[in-house]
């Protein structure tokens, strides 16, 4: 179309003045209009393994850069301090477990209310660590288990008082209470015994899933999960991994056999590039043109000449500041292999490149077309100059598909008929052309 065009372009001028205005025709052709926005490459999945526990790395089997898979062993993390924690636990269970003889005079009632209010404070602050996880997922999934503890916690807890109050009636006997009150304690010392296994059980280290290896990772937005866990049964915290919680930043120079680690420290992080996807900052002004699978052109600063595709898997649904004050949401796109301008395969992109994509909104085939430069905006109206015997007259028109170069004529003009297309903007009504 683009060059037909030109073919049927001619140039006029008026008044002796230097040649500024061209004239075209009104021809089919087809329109892409698209949406252009920043872009990430991201990797399938990524996982940053941290230490448990405090303690030095005892055993690495993997460098930088190693392709490992599912549940391969990574490293081994050498902690006396939770081993020390499981044993206490497990000993405090057994003291609880193993009853105890009630001295003369003793308060049971001031006894179960002592329990309470320590259950109580324990629930509260594993409640005011859950809401600083930055992942909503992990924080809901963290507080669902909490109120499943206390749930669980309450049900025993009232089993004693029961007990209790039916011994201060004589309707009970000492034994019976003491076992309510040994029940509802059980519940914690259980829970702190089955965390402090979790914690033991992941100083081994295991790749999630296959991918590359880097040693280290990035600091973790996550607090401290091991207070947490401790106060939570098995169903509150038996899905949560010990060693994906928050922690420093660690470098690879600083993972090493006999290195020092903290709670949360980074150790490996696998990254799974068997697929990769494309995030990118799309504007608000033009995210609900963007369809559920729409196709995208994608160009990568670190590959002159190559040429890629991708298409639109999901749009996200909450808004994010951009750099310039705006509002723009989240769109993510499965990549294609590329090629280069020379014909060869283009190479695999990195997670974390940058790119940009051309979402293509809307595609029209075999319409009428003018060239971008025939439109001049006027207030509300599109218009374009219509040449009729040797002179301008102004036309009103509707705009469907706009693309960069052309333009779809929706109504107000025919085919055939001759528009300026260039230096429309300078053109008076009557104006000899």
């Known amino acids: 179309m683009v060059a037909a065009l030109a073919a049927g372009v001619v140039s006029a001028c008026s008044g002796g003045e ?6 075209g025709r009104v021809a089919r052709g087809d329109v892409t209009e698209v949406v252009e926005a920043p872009a990430t490459v991201t990797a399938r999945a990524t996982a940053t393994l941290r230490s448990p526990a405090e303690g030095t790395v005892g055993r690495l089997y993997v460098g930088d850069g190693d392709r490992v898979r599912e549940g391969q062993l ?3 993390i050498d902690s006396p301090a939770a081993r020390e924690q499981l044993a206490q636990a497990e000993e405090a269970d057994r003291g609880v477990g193993g009853g105890t003889a009630v001295p003369a005079g003793f308060d049971l009632t001031a006894f179960q209310r002592k329990n309470d209010r320590s259950a109580d404070q324990g629930f509260q602050a594993a409640r005011k660590v859950a809401m600083k996880i930055p992942d909503l997922k992990q924080r809901a999934h963290v507080l669902t288990g909490i109120t499943q503890a206390e749930g669980q916690y309450r049900a025993a807890a009232d089993a004693a008082r029961a007990a209790v109050a039916r011994l201060n009636a004589g309707l009970g006997s000492v034994g019976s209470a003491m076992a309510s009150l040994t029940a509802a304690q059980r519940v914690q010392t259980r829970a702190a015994v089955r965390a402090a296994d979790r914690t033991v059980r992941a100083l081994t280290i295991k790749a999630p899933f296959d991918g590359v290896v880097s040693l280290g990772g990035p600091a973790g937005g996550t607090p401290d999960l091991s207070g947490l866990l401790n106060r939570l049964p098995q169903q509150a915290g038996g899905q949560l991994p010990a060693n994906l919680g928050g922690g ?12 020092p680690v903290a709670s949360g420290d980074a150790v490996v992080t696998v990254t799974d590039v068997s697929k990769l996807a494309l995030s990118a900052d799309v504007d608000e002004t033009d995210v609900l043109r963007v369809g559920d699978d729409a196709a995208a052109d994608v160009e990568f600063d670190a ?7 991708a298409r639109v898997t999901g749009t996200g649904a909450t808004p ?3 750099s310039g004050g705006g509002v723009t949401y989240k769109v993510t796109l499965a990549l294609e292999r590329g090629t280069l301008s020379g014909g060869g395969r283009a190479p695999w992109p990195k997670p974390g490149m940058s790119a940009v994509v051309d979402l293509r909104v809307r595609e029209e085939r075999g319409v009428l077309t003018v060239p971008s430069a025939a439109i001049v905006s006027s207030g509300r109206e599109s218009i374009v100059w219509v040449v009729a015997f040797g002179k301008a007259q102004r036309r009103a028109v509707r705009l469907g598909a706009q693309g960069d170069a052309v333009v779809q004529v929706t109504g107000g003009l025919a ?3 001759r528009i300026v297309v260039r230096g429309a903007d300078g053109v008076r009504q009557g104006q000899e052309l």
């Not at 420093?248 to 290195?259: E, I, Q, T």
């Not at 590959?303 to 595709?309: A, D, F, L, N, R």
């Open 248 to 259: 420093a930043a660690k470098d690879a120079a600083s993972v090493a056999p006999g290195a």
């Open 415 to 417: 085919e055939g008929e």
């Open 74 to 76: 990574l490293a081994k």
């Open 303 to 309: 590959v002159p000449g190559g040429s890629y595709t």
């Open 320 to 322: 994010q500041q951009s």
């Open 18 to 23: 230097p040649e500024r205005f061209q004239i």
